[in-house]
């Protein structure tokens, strides 16, 4: 108890200054006077309620006392994890994960603790509180001893989804860390994974990777749709969506490799076959809603194909679909813009009938959908490259260039050396139509840009 002394001083300071007796700061506070009066005296360890109660008693902002209490409980004496896991949450509540990343530094040399804080950070992690979480996960992963272990593989599975940031490089390094747990981790839970680590792969447009991934995802999931009339009815589902949505999703997955392929004919080829998978016989209000999903993409996604081979005929019944489904509204002006860059369609009447809604993009007002953080700010660069790119061959060159600098901001905020190069270089073709205001917007741009980004 070496450091209760510290919260003590504080609490007899505060009764002198106020000029309380105990029995009226006691009535304050909540508390029983008598323990209290031991708390006071040492002779009784407080509890993180007792400790929230009276910080708020002394008029101090709540978690005030938190750094001395988890020395003095934790780090100067054997912990107890009926105040630890209490402990561990309130500061996860109030973002002390300073406070958190120390204690827990200490407790892990006590591995009889793992379980109970992989727990926690289960919990944590399935309240949002992502930050806290990964700082448990990293330090259950770090001290297991069963290399092997399905745990240990959990961990690193969150630690994977919790480690995505905007940069590619970050998220290929999390990928191939991951990679190596995935076969540890329970077979149900392995869909899910696969599906995150291919749509990482997807984004960063390593598509030898998406293919591999997405055709073992079939393959797994294929084999969980053989075994689950085997199982139990009473048997809880492991997986984030019925097992059919894996089997479509990584026929979408193959079908967005040939896209990038520029294989078109493969692509609608993949689409009429994730179409066929989701026609469920008697399907269920959550299958209904996952089949009305594939449908949208694979009629969004059809349009798209036949639009890269060419056929501007498609334009205004895709502008139709897109309008009445907002959330594909990105998705189908990239690929509208790029038929019109590649076979010099004029779109101008499609801009201007969904201004509105593009000029919402990168902003907070625009609707992410489906997409995450890192596949929203990889879409906006593609369009406004692509937009840009439209605009130059329009000769609208001050709403070209506008487009080509937000993408060039976009691209160096997350280190994506390619686009950074393509816009450079486009910016390059076209520098002689830059006004003042745009010169100066792309020099503060490239002064920003570290020399290894390229």
Known sequence: MKTMPNIRF??????????????????????????????????????????DQITSAMGLERGYFYDMYGVECFIESAPHWRRLEPFLYRCAELGKLDIIQQVITHVTDDQSYFDELFDVAESLFNKSMNEAALILYECVADSEKYQHSERLALCQYRIFLLQKTLSKYDNLNAAVKFEP??????????????????????????????????RELERKAEFQLKIQS????????????????????????????????????????????????????????EDQQIIDLFQIWGEGNQYASQLMLGQENVINSYLDYIENNPSEILAGFINILQAANQYSFNI???????????????????????????????????????????????????????????????????????????CVDLYGEYRSEANETQIRKYKNVIEKLSLPTF
């Open 348 to 422: 101008d009447y499609a801009l201007d009938r969904f201004k509105d809604q593009t000029n919402l993009f990168n902003t907070d007002m625009y609707i992410k959908g489906s997409y995450n953080d890192q596949m929203l700010n990889h879409a906006y660069q593609d369009f406004y490259y692509e937009l840009a790119s439209y605009q130059m061959k329009q000769r609208n060159y001050s709403l070209g260039m506008d487009a080509l600098l937000m993408c060039l901001d976009l691209s160096s905020s997350s280190k994506d050396d390619l686009m950074c190069i393509k």
């Open 230 to 285: 085997r199982r139990r009815k009473s048997k809880r589902r492991l997986t984030a969506y019925p097992l059919f949505t894996y089997v479509a999703y990584a026929n979408l997955l193959i079908s967005s490799v040939y896209d990038a392929r520029k294989e078109y004919e493969n692509v609608l080829k993949y689409i009429e076959k994730y179409l066929k998978i989701v026609e469920v016989e008697n399907p269920t209000q």
């Open 10 to 51: 504080y609490i007899e300071n505060h009764l002198k200054n106020k000029g309380y007796k105990l029995q009226q700061f006691s009535e304050i506070a909540d508390i029983n006077v008598g323990t209290l009066s031991a708390i006071i005296k040492g002779t009784r360890l407080i509890s993180m309620n007792q400790l």
């Open 181 to 214: 747990y995935i076969d540890k981790l329970n077979e149900e839970v392995q869909l899910d994974a696969i599906k995150d680590l291919a749509n990482v792969y997807n984004t960063i447009h390593l598509w030898d990777k998406v293919d591999a991934w997405a």
